[in-house]
């Protein structure tokens, strides 16, 4: 069911299909690349920027170590986004469940969301 391409594209299918992604992800001087595992829940536009809304799981890289838990993530330092699939029940992908305490963000503009 995954047609589109990119960086986007692939986490855009991600939220749509409800489907676990991973990526790496840098700081902004490129330093502590870090592999990034998780839900995501939501593209959002703010302030120029495209973040992208995550519950991020205990498999994730974490300078805080406060995981699993919400995690906003800039667009442009995701590399290689990937989905993850689960097992098909019946035929039908496996979707993650809704994350505790997603209330549909209230901030920014949403380019997409589960």
Do not use: C
């Not at 995954?2 to 840098?26: H, N, V």
């Not at 330093?31 to 205990?58: E, F």
């Not at 993850?84 to 920014?108: C, E, H, T, V």
């Amino acid at each position: 069911p995954f047609k589109r391409t990119g960086r986007r594209g692939i986490i855009l299918d991600a939220i749509e299909y409800r489907q676990e992604i991973a990526f790496w992800y840098s700081n902004v001087d490129g330093s502590q690349d870090g592999r990034r595992v998780g839900n995501p829940h939501a593209l959002i536009a703010k302030n120029q920027r495209i973040y992208l809304l995550m519950w991020s799981s205990t498999r994730s890289a974490s300078a805080s170590r406060g995981l699993p838990g919400w995690r906003l993530y800039i667009l442009n330092r995701i590399r290689n986004p990937q989905i993850i699939l689960k097992a098909q029940i019946r035929g039908s992908l496996q979707q993650f469940p809704i994350a505790p305490g997603y209330r549909r963000f209230r901030r920014g503009r949403f380019i997409a969301r589960v």
